[in-house]
């Protein structure tokens, strides 16, 4: 239905429909000295939109705007003239953050250099290392969850423990053998995830499987579990630096961010007196 269509059938359906003289506007609808227009809702039906479902999208756009301007005048009858006042002050100053927000974020997208470099990095990195302190145990490891019936099994856990390159090009060979399987042993990740990924080691013993170079074989119902722990990374240990770049690439933009503001506010009241916009009397 094209918006013309409706616009029509919103008059035909709103029987009460009048003229606001004073503003030249067609009323819909009226909750004490309030009113809802026309136009407010002109966008409010999608084209193409069948009669009775557009007529169901304005009566309940009509009863959801109603009830809510019902109960704005009833809080305003009942608080005080400092109450009322007080709330006019918090959405004037709420109104304004927004207005100096979107001015401030607009300059800076624009102005804000991007590009952090590894040297960036690494250098904040070293002079900030006593901020990087971990709370949570970090691992690199590789996994095989074989399937019960799996024959192999003595072969694959040499392959899996010793992992040289011909071990590794035959394990990926046999992939689809296995039930699911990770051999990226160079990333760092939080040994909390390992444990959702491999709930079996929920069982063991933390301390006895943290450790570098530890080899665990574990079976239960649903096959036969190798894990092994490359490096580890324990509680109040140094984070390393490529585990936490993404957090140090964003520090470093925010920091940049924040030079930008104040120096835009600097600029903007320096341009201001120059420009005789700002003037202080004594």
Known sequence: MRYS?????????????????ATNREVVARVNETYLYKDDIKDLVPKETLKEDSINIINNYINIWATRQLFIDQSKRNLTESELQEFDNLVEDYKSTLYINAYKDAVINKSI???????????????????????????????????????????TQTRFNRFNDEDRD???????????????????????????????????????????????QLRDSLGVYMIKMKEVLTKKETAPLEYIRPTIRQIILNKRKRELIKKLEKDITKDAIK????????
């Open 5 to 21: 269509s409706i616009i029509i059938m919103l008059v035909t359906f709103m029987s009460c429909g009048k003229m606001d003289h």
């Open 113 to 155: 250099n991007m590009e952090v470099t590894d040297d960036d990095m690494t250098s904040y990195y070293s002079e900030n290392i006593e901020n990087f302190v971990l709370n949570e145990e970090l691992v690199k490891l590789r996994y095989l969850h074989l399937p019960p019936d799996y024959n192999n099994i003595v072969a």
């Open 170 to 216: 035959e394990l990926l060979d046999k992939k689809l053998e296995f039930v699911t399987s990770s051999f990226n042993d160079s990333i760092w990740v939080q040994f909390d995830q390992v444990l959702n990924k491999i709930p079996i080691l929920k069982n063991q013993d933390r301390n006895k499987i943290l450790k570098n170079g530890k080899y665990v």
């Open 275 to 282: 420009n005789k916009q700002f003037e202080i009397y004594n």
